[in-house]
Antibody, heavy 119, light 107 residues
Framework: QLQLQASGPRVVKSSETLSLTCNLS??????WAWIRQPPGKGLEWIGS???????QSNPSLKSRVTIALDTSKNLFSLRLNSLTAADTAVYYC???????????????WGQGAQVTVSS | YELTQPPSVSVSPGQTARITCSGD??????VHWYRQRAGQAPVLVMF???ERPSGIPERFSGSSSGTTVTLVIRGVQAEDEGDYYC???????????FGGGTKLTVL
């Protein structure tokens, strides 16, 4: 069972930068994704990265998102800048399985990290 | 690109629950389903419209017809309660998209 552990500051001030890291537990040779869920709302894909360096991001967040993968340390990271209250959410890292020519899916999820943006 | 789900579905134990996911791109794209119990991370329960991951009971199945994909849960049990999300990708750019979620209540 893949263990995905997201860590980072849980309260961040408005206009500052959120920084989260996901420990991939020795399995970095995959696609990895960040997904978030605002309180009481649905899931929103943030972005995905393959170990080759290929990155895709949600257009609505792309200008504020930095995703990186350190295969030597098995760490997958997310930085989201210019935070507002709308960025308050549970942030999940997930392993993404590739479907050639079709929609990828997420087969393993971390437990999630609650991040609150305060004013 | 949007995926549309009913906000809620309610069934009695032992009955069949059907949760739909609609989108204009679905005739050319697979849908995957996740169940999220309260306070927990989502869990994959179906992929590529009708394939079950290991550990998911056989009473979970999927079907597709035109612009609608359906998750079917036969013999619903209390443990099936939760929010169910469909997920696919935009045909033009591959960006992942989730449906708004359906709350399944077992009466």
């Amino acid at each position: 069972q893949l263990q995905l552990q997201a860590s980072g500051p849980r309260v961040v001030k408005s206009s500052e930068t959120l920084s989260l890291t996901c420990n991939l537990s020795g399995a970095s040779n995959n696609y990895w994704a960040w997904i978030r869920q605002p309180p009481g709302k649905g899931l929103e894909w943030i972005g995905s990265m393959f170990h080759s360096g290929n990155i895709q991001s949600n257009p609505s967040l792309k200008s504020r998102v930095t995703i990186a993968l350190d295969t030597s340390k098995n760490l997958f990271s997310l930085r989201l800048n210019s935070l507002t209250a709308a960025d308050t959410a549970v942030y999940y890292c997930a392993r993404e399985l590739i479907c050639s020519g079709c929609a990828n899916w997420f087969d393993s999820w971390g437990q999630g990290a609650q991040v609150t943006v305060s004013s | 690109y949007e995926l549309t789900q009913p906000p809620s579905v309610s069934v009695s134990p032992g009955q069949t629950a059907r949760i739909t996911c609609s989108g204009d791109g679905l005739p050319k794209q697979y849908v995957h389903w996740y169940r999220q119990r309260a306070g927990q991370a989502p869990v994959l329960v179906m992929f590529k419209d009708r394939e079950r991951p290991s550990g998911i009971p056989e009473r979970f199945s999927g079907s597709s017809s035109g612009t609608t994909v359906t998750l079917v849960i036969r013999g619903v049990q209390a443990e099936d309660e939760g929010d169910y999300y469909c997920q696919s990708a935009d045909n033009s750019d591959g960006f992942r998209v989730f449906g708004g979620g359906t709350k399944l209540t077992v009466l």
